[in-house]
């Protein structure tokens, strides 16, 4: 009988076997990476190399072209943790391969007719990987998380689904439990830092099913703190962009989320799953040509986001279509003419009755007040000239219409009543009136309208975009101009093509054509400067989601919404035009609500747009905060809404949430020394109300960040140190939904520093001195 110590070297040389064999199968699947890689470069210079054709061969190159692209960018962002996975089977299962490794990319065996050797995580038969239980396997015997640190394997963590299997492999511990790594936790307990990074290793199978949903319009995720939202709708749009591919490359799919930090906290996500096709965008930046420069109130920001603004930019659009309070006469030829009243309430009639937004049905309120004038014009000629008789002929009222129109003053007095406008300068002009706020907002009361007066215009803030994107479709956009513009665009290209050929065929001396780039020697080929011009602009081809970021009519095939709970009444309204098909996934929490504007209930936000044709999911496991610090936030829950709780933590941290109460001066330098004492790894936040920033913001640089609660939202620190709690509270009607979110961002300590008391909800903290 071999002794206990036996048992366990032959186990590790079993494992060190195994890790071996993992390696050879592991560098494997790195050489037929390669082998890809290489052959789609060579294609794609292939491609590039090739000119002139019919518009069919040219379409079918750029295709090409992007086709292959997509791929080295895919092959590319495989190169980190390639296969992290295997599945062994139950061998008796009815559609027996043995056994699956699931990676980052498929890759198939050309030689053996194409065999799977490794499967993308997102293909179905990949699914097991992420939804075998011992209570219920899925066919599945044994799950292994491969680890790698680049090319090589550094560890097998191993999960044996049944009995069995785990008894054969000699892994059964005293109590018969299962034994096997939790690679979750490793990931979880890993300090953060800074860049949201892809879950693809560990996705757990309430998320998987979110993942992989085949509903096909709204799906609202709710969620608490940390239950993986935003690591859940990231993965969803990958998902969603492997299995629609075709269908969704053309449209383009569009994240939102709530501000740049975030943004960019989560942009490596889907470039490291190999997908550069998404737009990412916040609500602020979504109305094309306008940033987002200057910040509103929340008060500001609750009366800009209400429907009200519907009726209040419809009658601003309105109160710019004028009627002279007295006649304007006019010089015109020899004569005058008078622009009354009559005529362009006529016109103006005449003009909106067309129902066409106010730009395009300008064009028929200049043709009826020309057409009158033009009249009134002959009448006066007729009168004066014919002696009473008006003799003149169509022909010549039509061409008198003519002069006008190329009638500077007359077209200026024209155009003063309904003049051409952009969304920027109604905008603008609205909130530097107090006129015109009064006019367009009868039914606003004074104090909202105070809240949009702006004494100067020093720029847009976030809340104004779909502020802009309404204005945008009751102006209508005149296209005329951009038209103009792709075409002198394209004649310049044109010429630059020819400038190129010229030198080219011309006057370079032969020496000199050889040292030439051989991407310009193309050139040499080509048959007139207009292919070369189309060949440019191949080169310079756009992803849907380029082009979808600089055209407001654009309409996505997907749409995600992270935080979506933020989102303003005028703000759904944008998104909704950008989605004719509804097919979206909206994900968020109505606890951490903080825009006065944003939404407590997913219903009314949705009604308008859907009525109740939306889903709800739920995600209810936490994995970013550790249980002691829910306890804490469940009490600041019970406030916000008594009917909710908390996501269940996956895990203690072993610390507890403390708080310091310091006198008032001393406030600044007790968080200094608390920050001095945090020397570990990872990040430190400290957090408090939006006017408590300045006083700190020495401490921010390097691994510190002094945020208020609004610019951490969404975002996850391993240590969180708020300041003044009360004060936070205070200062908005949605406080405790500040204080909720504030809470959470945590993923090993938090601690309070406090002058002030503290809010009830927070007794559970341990007082410190
Ligand atoms: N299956 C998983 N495997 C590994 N890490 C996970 C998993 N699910 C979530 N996480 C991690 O948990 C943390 C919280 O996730 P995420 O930020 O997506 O949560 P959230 O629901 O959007 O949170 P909040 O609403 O508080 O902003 C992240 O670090 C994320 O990577």
Same mark, same amino acid.
């Given at each position: 009988?071999?002794?206990?110590?036996?048992?366990?070297?032959?186990? #590790?040389?079993?494992?060190?076997?195994?890790?071996?064999? +993992?390696?050879?199968?592991?560098?494997?699947?790195?050489?037929?990476?390669?082998?890809? =890689?290489?052959?789609?470069?060579?294609?794609?210079?292939?491609?590039?190399?090739?000119?002139?054709?019919?518009?069919?061969?040219?379409?079918?190159?750029?295709?090409?072209?992007?086709?292959?692209?997509?791929?080295?960018?895919?092959?590319?962002?495989?190169?980190?943790?390639?296969?992290?996975?295997?599945?062994?089977?139950?061998? #008796?299962?009815?559609?027996?391969?043995?056994?699956?490794?699931?990676?980052?990319?498929?890759?198939?065996?050309?030689?053996?007719?194409?065999?799977?050797?490794?499967?993308?995580?997102? *293909?179905?038969?990949?699914?097991?990987?992420?939804?075998?239980?011992?209570?219920?396997?899925?066919?599945?015997?044994?799950?292994?998380?491969?680890?790698?640190?680049?090319?090589?394997?550094?560890?097998?963590?191993?999960?044996? /689904?049944?009995?069995?299997?785990?008894?054969?492999?000699?892994?059964?511990?005293?109590?018969?439990?299962?034994?096997?790594?939790? !690679?979750?936790?490793?990931?979880?307990?890993?300090?953060?830092?800074?860049?949201?990074?892809?879950?693809?290793?560990?996705?757990?199978?309430?998320?998987?099913?979110?993942?992989?949903?085949?509903?096909?319009?709204?799906?609202?995720?709710?969620?608490?703190?940390?239950?993986?939202?935003?690591?859940?709708?990231?993965?969803?749009?990958?998902?969603?962009?492997?299995?629609?591919?075709?269908?969704?490359?053309?449209?383009?799919?569009?994240?939102?989320?709530?501000?740049?930090?975030?943004?960019?906290?989560?942009?490596?996500?889907?470039?490291?799953?190999?997908?550069?096709?998404?737009?990412?965008?916040?609500?602020? @930046?979504?109305?094309?040509?306008?940033?987002?420069?200057?910040?509103?109130?929340?008060?500001?920001?609750?009366?800009?986001?209400?429907?009200?603004?519907?009726?209040?930019?419809?009658? &601003?659009?309105?109160?710019?279509?004028? *009627?002279?309070?007295?006649?304007?006469?006019?010089?015109?030829?020899?004569?005058?003419?008078?622009?009354?009243?009559?005529?362009?309430?006529?016109?103006?009639?005449?003009?909106?009755?067309?129902?066409?937004?106010?730009?395009?049905? $300008?064009?028929?309120?200049?043709?009826?007040?020309?057409? &009158?004038?033009?009249?009134?014009?002959?009448?006066?000629?007729?009168?004066?000239?014919?002696?009473?008789?008006?003799?003149?002929?169509?022909? @010549?009222?039509?061409?008198?219409?003519?002069?006008?129109?190329?009638?500077?003053? /007359?077209?200026?007095?024209?155009?003063?009543?309904?003049?051409?406008?952009?969304?920027?300068?109604?905008?603008?002009?609205?909130?530097?009136?107090?006129?015109?706020?009064?006019?367009?907002?009868?039914?606003?009361?004074?104090?909202? $309208?105070? /809240?949009?007066?702006?004494?100067?215009?020093?720029?847009?803030?976030?809340?104004?975009?779909?502020?802009?994107?309404?204005?945008?479709?009751?102006?209508?956009?005149?296209?005329?101009?951009?038209?103009?513009?792709?075409?002198?665009?394209?004649?310049?290209?044109?010429?630059?093509?020819?400038?190129?050929?010229?030198?080219?065929?011309?006057?370079?001396?032969?020496?000199?054509?050889? +040292?030439?780039?051989?991407?310009?020697?193309?050139?040499?080929?080509?048959?007139?400067?207009?292919?070369?011009?189309?060949?440019?602009?191949?080169?310079?081809?756009?992803?849907?989601?380029?082009?979808?970021?600089?055209?407001?009519?654009?309409?996505?095939?997907?749409?995600?919404?992270?935080?979506?709970?933020?989102?303003?009444?005028?703000?759904? $309204?944008?998104?909704?035009?950008?989605?004719?098909? =509804?097919?979206?996934?909206?994900?968020?929490?109505?606890?951490?609500?903080?825009? /006065?504007?944003?939404?407590?209930?997913?219903?009314?936000?949705?009604?308008?747009?859907?009525?109740?044709?939306?889903?709800?999911?739920?995600?209810?496991?936490?994995?970013?905060?550790?249980?002691?610090?829910?306890?804490?936030?469940?009490?600041?829950?019970?406030?916000? #809404?008594? !009917?909710?709780?908390?996501?269940?933590?996956?895990?203690?941290?072993?610390?507890?949430?403390?708080?310091? =109460?310091?006198?008032?001066?001393?406030?600044?330098?007790?968080?200094?020394?608390?920050?001095?004492?945090?020397?570990?790894?990872?990040?430190?936040?400290?957090?408090?109300? +939006?006017?408590?920033?300045?006083?700190?913001?020495?401490?921010?640089?390097?691994?510190?960040?002094?945020?208020?609660?609004?610019?951490?939202?969404?975002? +996850?620190?391993?240590?969180?140190?708020?300041?003044?709690?009360?004060?936070?509270?205070? &200062?908005?009607?949605?406080?405790?939904?500040?204080?909720?979110?504030?809470?959470?961002?945590?993923?090993?300590?938090?601690?309070?520093?406090?002058?002030?008391?503290?809010?009830? &909800?927070?007794?559970?903290?341990?007082?410190?001195?």
């Amino acid at each position: 009988m071999p002794d206990e110590a036996q048992i366990r070297d032959d186990r #590790d040389a079993g494992a060190q076997d195994e890790q071996e064999r +993992e390696q050879r199968y592991v560098t494997m699947l790195y050489e037929r990476l390669d082998g890809l =890689r290489e052959y789609t470069k060579a294609r794609l210079s292939a491609v590039l190399l090739q000119t002139g054709g019919t518009p069919q061969a040219r379409s079918e190159r750029e295709s090409f072209t992007q086709m292959y692209t997509e791929d080295i960018a895919k092959y590319d962002a495989a190169e980190n943790g390639l296969c992290f996975g295997r599945i062994d089977l139950d061998p #008796d299962a009815p559609d027996g391969d043995a056994l699956r490794y699931i990676g980052r990319v498929g890759i198939l065996d050309e030689d053996h007719d194409f065999e799977t050797l490794l499967l993308d995580w997102r *293909a179905p038969l990949a699914r097991p990987f992420y939804l075998a239980t011992t209570a219920s396997p899925e066919g599945v015997t044994r799950r292994r998380h491969i680890r790698t640190r680049s090319r090589r394997v550094t560890g097998l963590g191993d999960e044996y /689904l049944d009995l069995a299997a785990a008894e054969r492999a000699g892994v059964v511990d005293g109590d018969g439990g299962v034994a096997g790594e939790s !690679a979750l936790l490793t990931a979880l307990n890993a300090a953060r830092t800074g860049q949201m990074t892809d879950i693809v290793e560990t996705i757990q199978s309430e998320q998987d099913a979110i993942i992989r949903s085949t509903h096909k319009s709204v799906l609202v995720v709710q969620g608490g703190p940390g239950t993986g939202k935003t690591a859940v709708a990231l993965h969803r749009a990958a998902y969603l962009l492997y299995t629609y591919r075709q269908q969704l490359a053309k449209s383009g799919v569009l994240i939102v989320g709530p501000n740049a930090t975030f943004l960019d906290y989560i942009g490596q996500v889907l470039p490291s799953l190999g997908e550069t096709g998404v737009l990412l965008s916040t609500i602020g @930046d979504m109305y094309p040509g306008v940033t987002a420069t200057q910040h509103d109130s929340l008060d500001t920001g609750e009366v800009k986001g209400s429907l009200d603004m519907v009726a209040v930019l419809k009658q &601003a659009v309105r109160d710019r279509q004028l *009627a002279p309070v007295r006649p304007i006469t006019l010089p015109f030829d020899t004569y005058t003419v008078t622009l009354d009243r009559k005529i362009v309430t006529r016109a103006r009639g005449r003009a909106r009755s067309s129902r066409r937004p106010h730009n395009l049905a $300008r064009p028929i309120f200049v043709a009826t007040v020309i057409e &009158a004038l033009a009249d009134q014009f002959a009448a006066t000629v007729g009168a004066n000239v014919l002696g009473g008789a008006n003799l003149l002929s169509r022909d @010549d009222v039509a061409d008198i219409r003519d002069e006008m129109r190329q009638d500077a003053e /007359l077209m200026a007095a024209i155009d003063d009543l309904w003049p051409m406008l952009s969304p920027q300068q109604v905008l603008t002009d609205l909130f530097q009136s107090r006129d015109r706020l009064a006019s367009a907002a009868p039914d606003l009361d004074d104090g909202q $309208r105070e /809240l949009l007066y702006r004494h100067r215009h020093e720029g847009f803030s976030a809340a104004d975009a779909p502020l802009l994107d309404e204005l945008a479709e009751l102006l209508g956009v005149d296209d005329a101009a951009e038209r103009d513009r792709a075409a002198r665009q394209w004649r310049a290209q044109i010429a630059d093509a020819q400038d190129a050929l010229d030198i080219l065929t011309g006057s370079a001396p032969q020496d000199l054509e050889d +040292e030439l780039d051989p991407e310009i020697l193309m050139a040499y080929d080509l048959i007139d400067a207009s292919t070369l011009a189309q060949r440019q602009e191949m080169r310079q081809r756009l992803t849907a989601a380029e082009r979808a970021a600089a055209d407001r009519t654009w309409t996505f095939g997907h749409v995600i919404v992270d935080e979506a709970q933020e989102l303003s009444a005028m703000a759904w $309204r944008m998104l909704m035009r950008r989605i004719p098909n =509804r097919w979206m996934t909206l994900v968020g929490d109505t606890a951490q609500t903080g825009d /006065l504007a944003g939404s407590s209930s997913w219903q009314s936000a949705l009604e308008p747009y859907v009525a109740n044709r939306w889903k709800l999911t739920e995600l209810t496991v936490n994995y970013r905060t550790p249980s002691e610090i829910m306890a804490v936030a469940q009490d600041v829950l019970v406030e916000i #809404d008594p !009917a909710q709780s908390v996501p269940r933590s996956v895990r203690d941290a072993g610390n507890q949430p403390w708080a310091h =109460r310091v006198p008032d001066d001393g406030v600044v330098d007790e968080v200094r020394r608390r920050v001095a004492d945090e020397t570990g790894p990872g990040l430190v936040a400290v957090l408090t109300s +939006e006017d408590g920033v300045d006083e700190l913001r020495d401490l921010h640089g390097g691994a510190v960040s002094v945020l208020s609660v609004r610019e951490a939202k969404g975002l +996850e620190f391993d240590v969180v140190i708020i300041v003044e709690p009360q004060r936070i509270v205070e &200062a908005s009607p949605r406080g405790m939904n500040d204080l909720y979110v504030a809470l959470t961002r945590a993923t090993q300590r938090l601690g309070v520093v406090h002058a002030r008391p503290l809010p009830d &909800a927070l007794s559970k903290l341990v007082a410190v001195h």
